[in-house]
């Protein structure tokens, strides 16, 4: 059997770097998650490893396949130095082990919330999982084995989120480009919705 995290690692570092650091967390009944640290100028960018080492199963499948799945990792970038947001590890691995523990699929287009701050003083609670592909390319595997994809969040604000759920992820991403958004600002206010 092919070891899908150690493909993974090699991926992110190929794209990425060398990560400056790693933390791992561990829940009760699931696998461990590590998040890697890479620091690309003033851009901080934090990688999940171990969300992709079992397949995501639908949650009404009556088995779950051990081989076939959507598999994903998550990518976050923000500016570095205007918030303490190393903090986020803890948060990035619980977004990450909600395929093992709530049985959700993420997908591009989805919502993942918190309930709490992404790192302390964030005006953000949730993320919008963004289009994989630009940042680091999907990892290919072995048949019949789904391709691991690197998917990007967006932090959202509570407005942003609320506003989301009504309008949909892609009329929320075009009212961010129409207004010149950076979404790697972990400070950046809502942007204006009416």
């Known amino acids: 059997m092919v070891d899908v995290l150690a493909l993974v690692e090699a991926r992110l570092r190929t794209a990425l770097g060398e990560p400056d650091a790693r933390a791992a967390v561990t829940f009760l009944g699931t696998d461990r998650i590590e998040v890697l640290r890479f620091a690309d100028g003033d851009i901080v960018r934090y990688a999940t490893l171990g969300m992709?080492?079992?397949p995501m199963t639908d949650p009404t499948a009556a088995l779950a396949d051990p081989v076939k799945g959507p598999r994903a990792e998550l990518v976050l970038s923000v500016r570095g130095?205007?918030?303490d947001t190393d903090k986020v590890l803890r948060p990035l691995a619980v977004l990450a082990s909600s395929p093992q523990v709530e049985g959700l699929v993420v997908t591009p287009g989805?919502?993942?919330d918190l309930g709490e701050p992404l790192?302390?003083?964030a005006p953000f609670s949730s993320v919008l999982v963004a289009e994989p592909g630009g940042l680091v390319e999907d990892?290919?595997?072995d048949d019949p084995m789904d391709p691991v994809r690197f998917l990007p969040l967006l932090p959202m604000t509570t407005n942003e989120a609320a506003w989301k759920r009504v309008r949909g992820a892609q009329e929320l991403e075009e009212r961010w480009l129409a207004n010149g958004t950076d979404l790697r600002d972990p400070l950046r206010t809502s942007v204006r919705l009416d």
């Open 52 to 54: 992709s080492a079992q």
């Open 81 to 83: 130095g205007l918030a």
């Open 110 to 112: 989805a919502s993942l």
């Open 119 to 121: 790192w302390p003083g």
């Open 139 to 141: 990892l290919e595997l």
